[in-house]
């Protein structure tokens, strides 16, 4: 009987749709309303509205009603290109990957695609290599009545055009696949089609909330101190759709929101771009591919998996390979030569020897510092820049480029943003004999901070511990701030807890260090005291939240359906940042100015030059626990 009432219920539900021109839908497994709105453009706002039941649970061979449209508007030409097969070309006397894909009309990756040696070996004369077929299929797609174009107006970013047509950031990206990172002026957006007099407006008298995953009422009262009530009186669509994730909410304004998505980058190097030449760049990585065995995958996944220069190689080219994609969007064509060089200075003695890299813009690499003084005294005098990517490298030559801060920078970085802070503060300096160093250099910086030392056992060794009386009467009324200094996990824990047991609300604790270290990072080490302390520390980068809606994180998802790690989101960061810089300007060297700071997913860049050497990045975070999450702390 169940049974019979489901198929009249389809069966009406059929009729009904095609009485009033809707089309039905069967879901399939895995299928999100999101492909599916993609797939009839429209917005998963329509299907919701015919379909209430599947906001709550989507299951395979569910029937949707899908709207169709009545009125159409101009046709969209939507092009597949489908591989049809492969042909056979023989390298030829100077020929190379760029030459050969200009030749048959492909990519340099879809060449590789096809020959994945290429990844790793150069290509040589004589050799034979497949070249991938393709045709492209055209067909024409329509708009239905439920979607229009909208034209984006000045300052209006992903989150201003999501809330105006009442929509989330993620179903705005769904309608535009195609939608540039970071919105421009003029820039033409597929939108709901609702009336101007429903479109909302944002005022400047409020604030604005980006909905993150998993987030309920109670989550954004802890966070922004506002009820579920407030927020349904001033975000009325609430009563009816509840929260979901990107929504934009609309708070009172006087609550200090951390999550809007900014709409300009500190220094926007795309807004200048003059030399859109070919850029050619080698990337040498220690992948140490002779050693992997290609033919067992179980082998190859264990080599990964214990070889951590092979992981950290793999992640850095992919965030490499997403840049070179980034770039191309914005008019910039990359010729990437990837380079194994095995982590052999005999092998970078070889490559050197089999290459002219005199017409390159740019060398990222090698990753060890002793190959990477190799290849920059070696390309030295042809002037070519040579980047190192993650560690700090041997000398200086005027070709290098240190892309990470020194610790002697992270240190003073510290130092300065707390002199910065004019407010009345009383300093305390803990610290094991082992850092008295710094110890004693915070007591120059701070003449009248409180130094205080790990205790010492029976054999005057360093016990790692202090006393409760080592702290009695050191906290005044008002702020007091702590540098903690060690790298000892036990001694961390044992200052921690006790200093988080003395912060009060007329005696605030701040802790603070000037070298963030696996001692903070520990089994032993409470998130919730360094949070309640506030802990501050510099970094090299801002780590992301894996519920980031930023468009790197989500391609990268899309692409190797895992989240990117700090190796790949560094190759991203990195290189885009070198490819802007490079099309910015005639060469990297005038390029990096000081006076140019670029801010990307969690690195930032701002160049010095040393007098008698090269160029070091001095842009650093000082960066924070808020609420048990880590973000920039601002002056």
């Given amino acids: 009987m169940k049974k019979l009432l ?35 453009l429209v917005t998963p706002f329509d299907i919701f509205a015919l379909n209430p039941d599947a906001k709550k649970d989507l299951k395979p061979d569910t029937v949707l009603i899908i709207p169709t449209s009545r009125v159409k508007n101009e046709t969209i030409p939507d092009d597949t290109v489908e591989l049809i097969g492969y042909k056979s070309h023989k390298v030829r006397r100077k020929e190379t990957l760029f030459s050969i894909s200009q030749k048959y ?65 993620p179903e705005l990206v769904a309608l535009n696949p195609n939608m540039n990172d970071v919105l421009q002026p003029g820039d033409e957006l597929n939108v709901p089609n609702i009336s101007n007099n429903e479109e909302k407006a944002v005022e400047e008298d409020f ?72 850029k050619r760049i080698a990337l040498m990585l220690p992948f140490s591919l002779n050693k992997v ?47 194994d060089t095995r982590n052999q200075i005999a092998e970078i003695s070889k490559i050197l020897e089999a290459n002219d890299f005199s017409d390159y813009n740019a060398v990222i690499g090698p990753l060890m510092p002793t190959n990477l003084d190799r290849v920059a005294a070696q390309l030295k005098s042809d002037n070519v820049p040579v980047l190192s990517p993650l560690t700090m490298p041997k000398n200086l030559h005027s070709n290098v480029f240190q892309t990470i801060p020194t610790d002697d920078l992270l240190e003073q970085s ?15 300096i803990i610290s094991d004999s082992k850092h008295k160093r710094i110890s004693d250099k915070l007591k120059t910086e701070f003449p009248s901070a409180k130094q205080i030392y790990s205790r010492k ?39 921690i807890s006790m200093i988080n047991g003395l912060n009060m609300d007329d005696q605030e604790i701040i802790l603070m260090t000037t070298n963030m270290n696996k001692a903070f990072e520990g089994k032993e080490i409470s998130n919730y005291h360094l949070s309640n302390l506030k802990f501050h520390y510099p970094s090299v980068n801002m780590t992301i939240a894996v519920e980031s809606r930023n468009s790197f994180v989500k391609k990268y998802m899309n692409t190797y359906n895992v989240s990117p790690n700090k190796y790949a989101v560094r190759g991203f960061d990195l290189t885009l940042d070198l490819l802007l810089r490079l099309a910015s300007e005639d060469d990297l060297y005038t390029a990096s100015s000081s006076e140019i700071e670029t801010e990307y997913v969690e690195n930032k860049f701002r160049y010095s030059k040393k007098l008698f050497g090269g160029y070091y990045n001095e842009a650093v975070y000082i960066v924070k626990y808020d609420d048990l999450t880590i973000v920039e702390a601002k002056e």
């Fill in 207 to 278: 604030n604005y909330y980006t909905v993150l995953k998993s987030e309920g009422y109670m989550a954004l009262n802890r966070k922004l101190g506002v009820t579920q009530d407030e927020l349904e009186a001033l975000n009325p669509e609430l009563k009816e759709g509840g929260l979901k994730l990107g929504m934009v909410l609309k708070v009172p304004g006087n609550i200090k929101t951390t999550n809007i998505i900014k709409d300009v980058a500190n220094t926007n190097l795309s807004d200048n771009l003059k030399n859109l030449s070919t």
């Fill in 414 to 428: 510290i130092i300065n943003f707390v002199k910065k802070d004019s407010f009345p503060r009383h300093m305390v």
């Fill in 6 to 40: 489901i198929i009249l219920v389809i069966l009406l539900c059929s009729f009904s749709a095609t009485a009033q021109d809707y089309k039905t839908h069967k879901v399939k497994a895995g299928e999100t309303i999101e492909q599916i709105a993609k797939q009839y």
């Fill in 293 to 339: 065995d290609v033919d067992s995958v179980q082998e190859a996944k264990k080599m990964i998996r214990t070889n951590g220069l092979l992981s950290v190689s793999l992640d850095f080219h992919s965030g490499v390979l997403m840049a070179l994609d980034s770039a191309k969007q914005l008019g910039i064509s990359t010729n990437l030569k990837v380079i």
């Fill in 105 to 169: 009309g492909i990519t340099v990756e879809d060449i590789k695609k096809a020959n994945t040696s290429l990844y790793s070996e150069n290509l040589r004369k004589g050799d034979k290599i497949r070249i991938p077929r393709f045709k492209t299929i055209v067909s024409n797609k329509t708009y239905s009545n439920t979607i229009k174009k909208y034209v984006v107006a000045p300052k209006e970013g992903k989150w201003r055009v999501a809330y105006k047509f009442g929509i989330t950031v």
């Fill in 457 to 495: 056992n029976k054999k005057k060794q360093e016990a790692y511990f202090i006393y409760q009386q080592d702290l009695e009467n050191v906290f005044k009324t008002g702020t007091n701030i702590v540098f903690l200094e060690t790298d000892n996990e036990g001694f961390a824990s044992n200052v």
